[in-house]
């Protein structure tokens, strides 16, 4: 069996931030992931890159919650609990971001309602009280700026009528609102300019600190110059086939999949 | 008893009661409505209550509830209603002439409305047809009378009293009206009851009609609403349904519109038990414009069914139309959107749209539009959609952290306020914000405690 991501052994297990072990999980009885095993330590950004519909996404919704996967087999701990006893709202508050690849527009629900009832969720978990309205929108106006996020937009319902990148920089700023401990960016950058994509880099740079860790999935290098990986895993076919530092991800650039398919399968 | 028996014995029940009760009616009501009864009756006889067969009753059949017995209401009854009580159900911030309606009587302890605008009359509408006949003649069944309907005829054969308003031409009536209907009896009650509204040209009003019960038994009221909306005049309607389970309805509402006039009419039902209501609208001026709404929030065995009829009689005219229903466990829903766009009335734009959530399994929707286009430079648009909640969304609400229960709520909340937000009185539609919100989280048992709960 490869192993990935730090090389720690078991008896290490409990300084992870995110342990996950053997992991299968099916979606409409369909198995896609196939075993994954990665430990993530609190500082570091790991990068997940792999072909479309190596069940990159998939791996990001199951840690989130999502009820449709069916956890076949595996365990993951995060900060050491049981993640998958967890509701999705649960692992939110306990500091679990993800980046969605595709947010949902949901109309009739006012950006301001949402995330103001999203940080006061959060608020409410460690025990403090809600946000002043003052208060609120001054962290609003802060972050909004730090993502560069069009003002009028959180005037409107929940990403409806935002194009691809405002799409991608509301999650950016959602996650500056929140100031998780584990993000999950699945894709973030698929769709940004390279203006955009230095601003959202920024914004996840700026969130960096040694208690806080990010999951990067992404199919590009140039991402990757802003946010640096510590690490970098190759998903395919519902399994780490390669771990490796960034300089994988150059390696990849350049050679595409195919060698490591053919390696591994 | 075969299906036609019970049906005949159903009709029979109705035409004894007409005859025995005919001379009954004729005392405590105005010439104005007696002379119509009995051509209205014997159209009525002809259809008889509407039961499966009868294709604009689909998806409701009168005849369970019609063939029960009730108490039926010939004359104004005593009745002391708790004014504290009853208009508690009043809207916070909204300024309100209000006037109360106990079983569909015009309430005698009803203070009178003071500051209304000139010339503008409300009140009692057998009191007025007996004082002011003028007012009230040159359009009383002028637009029901047209109705096949035999529910029509019937409130028609029965009427005796109801909601009256006349606001002159050129009159701006800012004050929202607001018309409580109370429904208030120890045992099953009948009632009929019949309304007129006359906006004159170029003039402006707002009614909101609020439906209660105050007890606790069954009800089952047959009423109809005439509305004319004089040219250039601006007018909306409100109706928020909020009875008790037990209380069954049918409700049709007549519009005819003025060139250049512009309605909005919006109902909102909460809680009650089989509920019809028609819609009707025609233009008979160029460049109306006519805005209809409805959304319903049903459970346990409720049973609401919106019918509509948009008249496009006249070239130029655009009418709107959005109706959204949220069915939970075992409640049955239907919309039926006809619009008839005669042969000269080009330029016509007509809109309708019927979006629906489905919370169970068992629960129903029946949703069919009904489009007949005779004119060829028009632009129509229907669509229906029926649903369950959007997975996807709600799993990004909870993933954000917030709790399944609330992020429901959110949604649902964010499906019904598309037809919200478009009551123009906005103390008006923070009220039903708030009603929808309770109604939701199932805090809104019974109408008159709104607060209480
Ligand atoms: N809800 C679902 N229903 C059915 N199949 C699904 C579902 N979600 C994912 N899959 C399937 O699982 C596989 C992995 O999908 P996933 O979205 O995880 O891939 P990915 O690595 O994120 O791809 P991409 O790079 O295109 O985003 C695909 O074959 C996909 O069709
Ligand atoms: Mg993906």
Known sequence: MFRQGAQNSELETTENMLTIKNLRVAVEGKEILKGINLEIKAGEVHAIMGPNGSGKSTLGNVLAGKEEYEVLDGEVIYEGEDLLERSAEDRARMGLFLGFQYPVEIPGVPMVNFIKTSVNEHRKYKGLEPLTAGEFLKLMREKKELVHLDSQLTNRSVNEGFSGGEKKKNEIFQMAMLEPKLAILDETD???DIDALKVVSDGVNALKDPSRSTIVITHYQRLLDYIVPDFVHVLYQG?????????????????????????NV | MTLTAKKIALSEKYTELFYANQSKLDEDSSNLFNRMREIAFKRFEK????????????????????????????EYEKVDVDLNEAFRCDVPQLDTHVVLLVNGWYYAKNQ???NLPKGVVVGSIKQIANEKPELVESYLNRQAGLSDDPMVALNTAF???????????????????????IMRSEDPVFTTQRNLIVAGKNSQTKVVFCDHTMSDCEFLANNVTEVFVGDDAVVDVYTIQNQNNKANSVNSSFF?????????????????????NNLKV????????????????????????????????????????????????????????????????????????????????????????????????????????????????????????????????MLMNAFAHEVVQKIRIEPLRDRIDELVEKRLKGELAKCHSCDKN
């Open chain 1, 239 to 263: 399994r780490i086939v390669k771990s490796a530092g960034k300089e994988l991800a150059l390696e990849l650039e350049e050679k595409g999949y195919d060698w490591l398919k053919t390696e």
């Open chain 2, 47 to 74: 259809a008889g209550i509407p039961g499966f067969k009868n294709e604009n009753y689909k998806y409701t059949n009168l005849e369970r509830v019609f063939g029960k017995n009730y108490r039926h209401v010939f």
């Open chain 1, 190 to 192: 698929s769709g940004l």
């Open chain 2, 112 to 114: 009178p409305l003071e």
């Open chain 2, 282 to 409: 025609e233009f008979a001026g160029e460049h109306a414009e006519a805005n209809v709404y409805g959304i319903s929030f049903t459970d346990k065995k409720q049973h609401v069914d919106n019918y509509t009829n948009i008249e496009h009689a006249q070239p130029n005219c655009l009418s709107n139309q959005v109706y959204k229903n949220v069915l939970d466990e075992d409640s049955v829903g239907a919309f039926t959107g006809r619009i008839h766009v005669v042969r000269d009335a080009q330029k016509t734009n007509a809109f309708q749209r019927n979006n629906n959530v489905l919370l169970t399994d068992s629960a129903q929707m029946n949703t069919k539009p009904q489009l007949i286009i005779d004119a060829d430079d028009v632009k129509c648009s229907h669509g229906a959609t029926i649903g369950q909640i959007d997975e996807d969304a709600l799993f990004y609400l909870r993933a954000r952290g917030i709790g399944e229960d609330d992020a429901r709520m």
């Open chain 2, 256 to 276: 005819k519109q003025g060139a250049n006039s512009n309605l909005l009419t919006s109902v909102a039902t909460l809680h009650g038990g089989l509920i019809r």
């Open chain 2, 159 to 181: 009427a005796q009293d109801g909601f009256f308003m006349y606001v002159p031409d050129h009159v701006v009536f800012e004050r929202p009206v607001q018309v409580i209907n």
